[in-house]
Nanobody
Framework: QFVESGGGSVQPGGTLKLSCTGS????????VAWFLQAPNRERERVLC?????KIDVIDSVKGRFTGSRDHATVYLEMSSLKPEDTAIYFC????????????????WGPGAQVSVSS
């Protein structure tokens, strides 16, 4: 599975950078997606990053969320955070697909809590 890190509490307008690494394996060129799950809402995919670094991000966070990666870690970089960004953030992949969208999500992390409040 994956391991997310970097979550925490931040004030509105702040920034956070989440990391996603494989537990016992290297991500290599696998495409990886980031999801969020806000309280009482369904899990939603917010960003997918391909093996070559190309990013697909949903419109609602475009300009505030972006992604990056190296050979072992995928990052979700969040800026201008809003209270409505408060959620648990997960990374997921199938480890056989290098492009987005990823057809199925076989591997997940336990999630990282992000809280945005003043």
């Amino acid at each position: 599975q994956f391991v997310e890190s970097g979550g925490g509490s931040v004030q509105p307008g702040g920034t956070l950078k989440l990391s996603c690494t494989g537990s016992g394996f290297i991500l290599g060129h696998s495409a990886v997606a980031w999801f969020l799950q806000a309280p009482n809402r369904e899990r939603e995919r917010v960003l997918c990053i391909e093996g070559n670094g190309k990013i697909d991000v949903i419109d609602s966070v475009k300009g505030r969320f972006t992604g990056s990666r190296d050979h072992a870690t995928v990052y979700l970089e969040m800026s201008s955070l809003k209270p409505e960004d408060t959620a648990i953030y997960f990374c997921a992949a199938d480890l056989t697909t290098n492009t987005c969208p990823i057809p199925r999500y076989l591997y997940w992390g336990p999630g990282a809590q992000v809280s945005v409040s003043s």
